[in-house]
T-cell receptor, first 113, second 113 residues
Framework: EADIYQTPRYLVIGTGKKITLECSQT?????MYWYQQDPGMELHLIHY???????EKGDLSSESTVSRIRTEHFPLTLESARPSHTSQYLC????????????FGEGSRLTVL | QKEVEQNSGPLSVPEGAIASLNCTYS??????FFWYRQYSGKSPELIMF????GDKEDGRFTAQLNKASQYVSLLIRDSQPSDSATYLC?????????????FGIGTKLQVIP
């Protein structure tokens, strides 16, 4: 069973609020990822990190930001949430090597009113 | 052109039949390929990875890779109703600071009892 945790699981907030989605893993993985997925749609990579203090933007442009101060922690922040940010956010970490598995958290479903 | 192309389905097969899922990709630099299964409302979980041309078998599942044709497939033998889910094809490319895993839209499989 994967040891990767996301909080909150569900969040409903008003427009303009600042939110942080937490993601933590206890597997010691260097590589971590944030994906965004709308219902019935594909996973879009929005951010990734290959180690402490290294973050990169993914394929889908996002107004969110991420940080990687500790190996186990990869939070995602939206400074001013908007209804267009309503989505499911999935965090993952990857085991070593090009064939290493992505382990996903249970996701954070964000609704911005 | 999307980096990973899949038919979104649904693909319906009777119980006990072989389900054939296909995927093409556009980046010849991709090093490894993955099949993930995602049940409705759940996070993706790894079924198989493959990185060499040819076939790879694991129980009822066989992954096939043809790098010249940029084509990946997944065969599910003796399909069961519990196999009903969305199957995501993904590719990985890892080089220094470039550590991306990119997903297709997924093919929805329905196994009819």
């Amino acid at each position: 069973e994967a040891d990767i945790y996301q909080t909150p699981r569900y969040l409903v907030i008003g427009t303009g609020k600042k939110i942080t989605l937490e993601c933590s893993q206890t597997m010691g993985h260097d590589k971590m990822y944030w994906y965004q997925q709308d219902p019935g749609m594909e996973l879009h990579l929005i951010h990734y990190s290959y180690g402490v203090n290294s973050t990169e933007k993914g394929d889908l442009s996002s107004e969110s930001t991420v940080s990687r101060i500790r190996t186990e922690h990869f939070p995602l922040t939206l400074e001013s949430a908007r209804p267009s940010h309503t989505s499911q956010y999935l965090c993952a970490s990857k085991s070593v090597g090009p064939t290493g598995e992505l382990f996903f958290g249970e996701g954070s479903r964000l609704t911005v009113l | 052109q999307k980096e990973v192309e899949q038919n979104s389905g649904p693909l319906s097969v009777p119980e006990g039949a072989i389900a054939s899922l296909n995927c093409t990709y556009s980046d010849r630099g991709s090093q490894s390929f993955f099949w993930y299964r995602q049940y409705s409302g759940k996070s993706p979980e790894l079924i198989m990875f493959i990185y060499s041309n040819g076939d790879k078998e694991d129980g009822r599942f066989t992954a096939q890779l043809n790098k010249a044709s940029q084509y990946v497939s997944l065969l599910i033998r003796d399909s069961q109703p519990s196999d009903s889910a969305t199957y995501l094809c993904a590719k990985g490319r890892f080089s220094g600071g470039y550590q991306k895993v990119t997903f297709g839209i997924g093919t929805k499989l329905q196994v009819i009892p």
